[in-house]
Nanobody, 120 residues
C-alpha cells in the first residue's frame, strides 16, 4: 500500500522557519515534491527533486527561501522553509511521481497535507 505522510507544519511568525517532512512507502519514485493550496486558491507547485540526478526545481516565489532535499535510503523528502511570509500560508502536500516526465507534470501519489500558517 502506497502511503505519503507529511509532518512538520505549524504556526510561525513572518520571517520564521519550518521544516516539513514526508515519509513515503511502497517504492522509490522518480520525483518527489511539494505542492500547496491556500484557502480559496488552486493548488500550486512549490518544489521537487529528482531521485537520480538530485536536480531541484522551485516555484519562483519560493526560490532562495525554500530548500528541498531527499534521503533515498529512507524514502524521505524534506522541505526547509525559511523567511516565511504570510502568503506562504497553505496546506502543503507531499507528492510522488513514477514516470520520468516533466517535473511539473502529473504526480501519481499524494499525502494528506500538513497545515502551515504564517502570521504577520
Amino acid at each position: 500500500q502506497v502511503q505519503l505522510v507529511e509532518s512538520g507544519g505549524g504556526l510561525v511568525q513572518a520571517g520564521g522557519s519550518l521544516r516539513l517532512s514526508c515519509a513515503a512507502s511502497g517504492r522509490t519514485y522518480y520525483y518527489m515534491g511539494w505542492f500547496r493550496r491556500a484557502p480559496g486558491k488552486e493548488r500550486e507547485f512549490v518544489a521537487t527533486i529528482n531521485q537520480r540526478s538530485s536536480s531541484t526545481y522551485y516555484e519562483d516565489s519560493v526560490k532562495g527561501r525554500f530548500t528541498i532535499s531527499r534521503d533515498n535510503a529512507k524514502n524521505m523528502v524534506y522541505l526547509q522553509m525559511s523567511s516565511l511570509k504570510p502568503e506562504d500560508t497553505a496546506v502543503y502536500y507531499c507528492a510522488a511521481k513514477l514516470a520520468p516526465s516533466n517535473y511539473r507534470a502529473r504526480y501519481d501519489y499524494w499525502g494528506q497535507g500538513t497545515q502551515v500558517t504564517v502570521s504577520s
